[in-house]
């Protein structure tokens, strides 16, 4: 009797052992697919934030050289001109082609990180859709800067001419 008593004891025993270790397995599974997601969640949410920021800044120098266009164009109807502006105009024209050329050299990189982002991890369709949306985007506003920025040149070429 006694021997069987600790048979079942025993038996008992490896079964609760092998039961919890299943357990154990079960929830470092789950845990592993939560670090899976929240690594791709990260992901996405980092190369929509480069994506988004470059567009930012490029969108927010354009619209500060628009301004000073604005305000060029005023002065030349307004016949008010200073031959300080001349220089202080050619010191922006070089200063808007510097941030020019930064954001050409970080539009080759981010184009980079996106395309390696894209090929190592699964984003879903929508992600997908989002991030080449906002991928496109970045080539249009850079043109668009670029337009601005020589037009804001032969604007000042024209103020420069008209003291």
């Given at each position: 009797m006694e021997k069987i008593l600790c048979l079942i004891v025993f038996m008992l025993s490896c079964f609760t052992i092998h039961a919890q270790s299943q357990n154990q397995q079960e929830e470092i599974q789950a845990l592993v697919q939560r670090v899976d997601s929240l690594e791709?969640?990260?992901s996405y949410l980092k190369l929509s934030y480069e994506l988004n920021t470059l567009y930012t800044d490029m969108?927010?120098?354009?619209?500060?050289?628009?301004?000073?266009?604005?305000?060029?164009?005023?002065?030349?109807?307004?016949r008010n001109f200073d031959p300080q502006f001349v220089d202080m105009y050619q010191r922006y024209y070089e200063s808007c082609q510097g941030q020019k050329q930064a954001f050409s050299k970080n539009?080759?990189?981010?184009?980079?990180?996106?395309?390696?982002?894209?090929?190592?991890?699964?984003?879903s369709e929508t992600e997908l859709s989002v991030l080449n949306a906002s991928y496109e985007r970045i080539d249009t506003v850079f043109e668009s800067l670029e337009t601005t920025i020589d037009y804001f040149k032969a604007i000042a070429d024209v103020y420069a001419k008209d003291l």
């Open positions: 791709h969640e990260l969108t927010m120098l354009r619209s500060q050289v628009e301004i000073k266009l604005s305000n060029i164009k005023m002065d030349i109807y307004h539009i080759e990189a981010t184009k980079e990180l996106f395309f390696l982002k894209v090929m190592t991890h699964s984003y």
